[in-house]
């Protein structure tokens, strides 16, 4: 199997190979990691006449950039209004608008460079409730707009199920400007977009080791080292053997995907939404229709990274409670990505002394704010442009070490049995005032498919994390909410 894992992306991008450094090089700026923010800073650094290198450890993309879910969404991981209490209104309000713009460049980008194989599909997000609370969601909705400006829309129970036909879902937030990508090909558009502009994309070529003091600041890899007056750290979760305390600063998640195999009428009829859904605040169930018919899922999360075929069963059971009609799907390609979970759930990004900066800590909500901090971080190097001091509030904060991984693990069990319960509840509540009202129970679709063996109420994980305390699990739980949340909009 190639670097790329076996995902749906790998089997469908065209991602020629880019030779190692070999001989020593002297640029104005030299970015550590090709991902998508590595990518994103060298494309916009390069625009502005600058000479730049990009060294990639492995492949460009290989990890969590070329592996993810493909929606590019607005915002951050981290809720609304817990930006709103740390920084303000007005501050949340910029930081809101930066991460629209980041969503910009992405459509932009695969627009004007006309990419290959990017799939651009412009049909929404839905962030669905699966508890009966229309009103907080509604809400929510108008506190966005209010606050944010944001573009959403409060979908009602009914149109929510007429568009996704499951018994458990209620009502939702709509993004309209939100759209899907196949983020492998976005990534190899975007290295010929910047190698175009005249950046150099070294592959195979991991930064060793750095002298960051002086104007001209030295790394050294193992073939030829670079000279280079400012650095840009884009390495995200593997940039520990370089620099430990920075990587000490992410959690890195592991999260797994499948795309099924191709399901023709049996999904148009659970799926008549051509756009994302996401129904959890945490790592499960975020997914799209890929290629027209097939169901690209993903879910659950780990602290360290698994196999991602031992997590297979687990998402299709996923899959089946959400659209009984889909019983016997079955998966043709699995595979996982990590991404770098911050304390505050915010990206880490600005100057962290002369000349050396950092693009990192996008969590789970990277396509929008890679885009964003790459161009914010050139345009600062270039011209000035103050704005990356928008994020000096969300500073490097040490993560925990191994209990701050196992307090992750463990918020992410106890959430989800939360959310497991408060949707049961909602659907009793539901089928008693139906029954009240004298109306027949809520249809459950019948499967169009030959029916298998019912679900076990509780999936298959590959391993537990050790058991802690109960204080230490609600220490840290309180800052370890993932992406993306429904803003509790209740004021
Ligand atoms: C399963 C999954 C689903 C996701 N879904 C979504 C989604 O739908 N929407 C969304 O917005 N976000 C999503 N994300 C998050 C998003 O993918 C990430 O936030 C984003 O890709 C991070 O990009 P990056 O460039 O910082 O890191 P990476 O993609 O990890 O790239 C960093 C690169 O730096 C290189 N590197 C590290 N150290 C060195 C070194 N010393 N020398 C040279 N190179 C080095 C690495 O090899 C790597 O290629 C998802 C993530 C995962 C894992």
Redesign the pocket.
């Known amino acids: 199997m190639s670097v790329y894992g076996g995902s749906l992306y790998a089997a469908q991008a065209d991602v020629p190979a880019r030779p190692p450094l070999t001989v020593e090089a002297d640029v104005d700026v030299c970015v550590?990691?090709?991902?998508?923010?590595?990518?994103t800073t060298a494309r916009e650094l390069a625009r502005r006449g600058w000479s730049v290198v990009v060294?990639?450890?492995?492949?460009?993309?290989?990890?969590?950039?070329?592996?993810?879910?493909?929606?590019?969404?607005p915002g951050f991981a981290a809720d609304e209004q817990a930006i709103v209490e740390r920084v303000g209104s007005e501050h949340a309000r910029a930081l809101w608008a930066l991460s629209e713009q980041g969503a910009e460049y992405v459509r932009t980008t695969i627009r004007e460079t006309n990419m290959p194989g990017a799939d651009l599909v412009e049909s929404g997000w839905l962030q669905v409730s699966k508890q009966d609370n229309d009103a907080a969601v509604e809400r929510a909705a108008a506190y966005l707009a209010r606050e944010f400006g944001a573009e959403v829309e409060y979908w009602p129970t009914g149109r929510v199920r007429a568009a996704l036909r499951s018994p458990r879902y209620f009502s939702a937030l709509h993004f309209p400007k939100a759209f899907?990508i196949n983020?492998l090909a976005y990534?190899q558009g975007l290295a010929v977009a910047a190698e175009a502009m005249g950046v150099r994309i070294f592959e195979n070529?991991?930064?060793?080791d750095i002298d960051p003091a002086g104007v001209r600041k030295r790394i050294t890899?193992p073939q030829a080292r670079v000279r280079a007056g400012q650095v840009v750290f884009?390495?995200?979760?593997?940039?520990?053997?370089?620099?430990p305390k920075l990587a000490a600063t992410l959690v890195p998640?592991?999260?797994?995907?499948i795309a099924t195999a191709p399901l023709g009428d049996a999904l148009r009829e659970a799926i008549g939404f051509g756009g994302?859904v996401s129904d959890s605040a945490l790592?499960d169930n975020?997914y799209r229709v890929v290629n027209g018919d097939r169901l690209l899922w993903?879910g659950r999360c780990t602290l360290w990274e698994g196999d991602p075929a031992r997590f297979t069963k687990s998402l299709l059971r996923d899959i089946c409670r959400t659209f009984p009609q889909l019983r016997d799907v079955k998966a043709e390609y699995s595979?996982?990505?990590?991404?770098?979970n911050t304390v505050h759930l915010m990206p880490q990004i600005g100057e962290t002394m002369p000349g050396v900066w950092l693009?990192?800590?996008?969590?789970?909500?990277?396509?929008?704010?890679?885009a964003m901090a790459g161009e914010i971080v050139a345009r600062a190097i270039t011209d000035d442009d103050p704005r990356w001091r928008l994020f000096s509030p969300f500073e490097l904060v040490w993560a925990g070490g191994t209990l701050g991984k196992a307090t992750v693990q463990a918020f992410y069990y106890a959430s989800r049995t939360r959310e497991k319960i408060d949707g049961a509840l909602s659907r009793r509540r539901e089928a008693e005032k139906r029954k009240k009202e004298g109306l027949p129970p809520l249809e459950v679709p019948a499967p169009s498919m030959a029916p298998v063996e019912a679900a076990p109420s509780e999936p298959v994980v590959e391993e537990k994390p050790k058991k802690r305390s109960r204080k230490k699990k609600a220490e840290v739980a309180a800052d370890a909410t993932p992406s993306p949340t429904l803003p509790d909009a209740s004021q």
């Open positions: 550590i990691g090709g991902g998508l923010a590595g990518l060294l990639e450890a492995k492949r460009i993309a290989w990890n969590a950039s070329g592996r993810n879910t493909g929606m590019v969404i899907s983020p990534a070529t991991p930064a060793l890899t884009a390495g995200g979760t593997h940039i520990g053997p370089l620099m998640v592991s999260s797994y995907v994302s790592f975020h993903a595979w996982t990505g990590t991404l770098g693009v990192s800590g996008f969590n789970g909500h990277g396509l929008n704010t890679t």
